[in-house]
């Protein structure tokens, strides 16, 4: 029984200290054409009308607000102090099991504070954690790739 104990807080201590190793890294700026998508399994999002946008959804940890927006490919979208550039998205061969992933860009534009880079990567819509904004106002996560429907102005939700 006290091996089984001290197994757990082992186990639980390097969880931990990779965790905080994680959080004291920055993060690292790669261009998103310097990823693979790995025999096809990932392309970009199918020609048609409206232009390529992320949906995304974003997370106010302060009011415990959500909201789903969209954020077209290549321009800079803002969710409170945020300002999230989507640089590519990609969607799932019909073959495939569905999946979207974005790369993300996210500053923080804090008032009366120099801007912050929070984020420059990409992010699964399968798999949020493996690859998620760490901050302790907001969360975003990728929920889909797809074309924009329509010329509606977005939504002031």
Do not use: N
């Not at 321009?75 to 990609?90: K, P, Q, S, W």
């Not at 999946?99 to 504070?113: C, F, M, N, R, W």
């Not at 699964?124 to 690859?131: G, Q, R």
């Amino acid at each position: 029984m006290r091996a089984l104990a001290a197994v757990a807080v082992f186990a639980a201590g390097s969880v931990m200290g990779i965790g905080m190793a994680a959080a004291q890294t920055p993060p690292q700026s790669v261009p998103p054409q310097s990823v693979s998508t790995d025999s096809a399994t990932l392309r970009a999002i199918p020609a048609g009308l409206g232009k390529p946008i992320a949906e995304l959804q974003g997370l106010d940890k302060v009011t415990a607000r959500t909201r789903r927006f969209a954020a077209p490919v290549g321009e800079a979208t803002r969710f409170g102090t945020l300002e999230i550039t989507v640089g590519d998205c990609l969607v799932d061969t019909p073959d495939a099991a569905s999946e979207s992933a974005a790369y993300l860009t996210i500053v923080d534009h804090k008032p009366g504070q120099a801007e912050q880079k929070l984020f420059a990567g990409w992010m699964f819509a399968s798999t949020p954690s493996l690859s998620a904004l760490d901050d302790g106002v907001y969360d975003v996560r990728v929920l889909a790739c797809t074309r924009s429907q329509g010329s509606s102005p977005p939504s002031s939700r």
